[in-house]
């Protein structure tokens, strides 16, 4: 209970933070620069959101307002924000360029296999997706893995993805995230 009460009080104080700085686009793209970070995100567990398709980004913060897709602080974050600051934000992040990864090169090379055989038809040869599909290209291999786990037990939906998730191993999805990683 008090876990619960103390992530309210922190998501509460966060949402007036980000009201108050909601004043314009640019202020509330420094609102997602806290944790998503500007050319790469701040936490191995949160995306990169620079260079990833505008069009990806706006779709997945509706998920979020309209609960198909469950965060309880990215809800709560983007509650708030209206569709056109969204559109805004969205290709901002989508003209930077993303930091480059670093990744364990023989695991790649093992992630690399997986990834042409899997990923590549619809992620694309570079992992750029399209405007209906995240571009993978500079993600962090730790939040490849927790997404693909959460398609693989069903916390994350999506029509095609909870398949090619629940074909992977957890060692393969390590594999195929680091190699993604250096994309």
Same mark, same amino acid.
């Given at each position: 209970?008090?876990?619960?009460?103390? =992530?309210?009080?922190?998501?509460?104080?966060?949402?007036?933070?980000?009201? %108050?700085?909601?004043?314009?686009?640019?202020?509330?793209?420094?609102?997602?620069?806290?944790?998503?970070?500007?050319? @790469?995100?701040?936490?191995?567990?949160?995306?990169?959101?620079?260079?990833?398709?505008? =069009?990806?980004?706006?779709?997945?913060?509706?998920?979020?307002?309209?609960? @198909? =897709?469950?965060?309880?602080?990215?809800?709560?974050?983007?509650?708030?924000?209206?569709?056109?600051?969204?559109?805004?934000?969205?290709?901002?992040?989508? +003209?930077?360029?993303?930091? +480059?990864?670093?990744?364990?090169? +023989?695991? $790649?090379?093992?992630?690399?296999?997986?990834?042409?055989?899997?990923?590549? $038809?619809?992620?694309?040869?570079?992992?750029?997706?399209?405007?209906?599909?995240?571009?993978? %290209?500079?993600?962090?291999?730790?939040?490849?893995?927790?997404?693909?786990?959460?398609?693989?037990?069903?916390? =994350? +939906?999506?029509?095609?993805?909870?398949?090619?998730? $629940?074909?992977? @191993?957890?060692?393969?999805?390590?594999?195929?995230?680091?190699?993604?990683?250096?994309?």
């Amino acid at each position: 209970m008090f876990k619960y009460s103390l =992530r309210l009080v922190i998501t509460l104080l966060a949402m007036f933070t980000t009201q %108050a700085a909601f004043a314009d686009a640019e202020k509330k793209m420094q609102i997602c620069i806290g944790c998503h970070g500007l050319e @790469s995100s701040t936490s191995p567990e949160y995306p990169n959101l620079a260079g990833q398709n505008a =069009r990806y980004i706006f779709n997945q913060v509706q998920n979020f307002k309209n609960g @198909s =897709r469950d965060d309880f602080t990215m809800t709560m974050m983007v509650e708030a924000i209206s569709d056109e600051d969204i559109q805004k934000i969205s290709e901002a992040y989508a +003209k930077i360029t993303p930091a +480059k990864n670093k990744a364990d090169a +023989k695991l $790649a090379a093992k992630g690399k296999v997986i990834f042409e055989e899997v990923c590549i $038809a619809c992620h694309g040869a570079s992992g750029m997706g399209d405007e209906n599909i995240a571009r993978l %290209a500079s993600q962090k291999s730790v939040y490849i893995v927790k997404q693909l786990k959460a398609f693989k037990s069903g916390a =994350r +939906k999506n029509d095609t993805m909870p398949d090619v998730a $629940a074909a992977l @191993s957890v060692d393969d999805m390590k594999a195929v995230a680091e190699f993604i990683s250096g994309l």
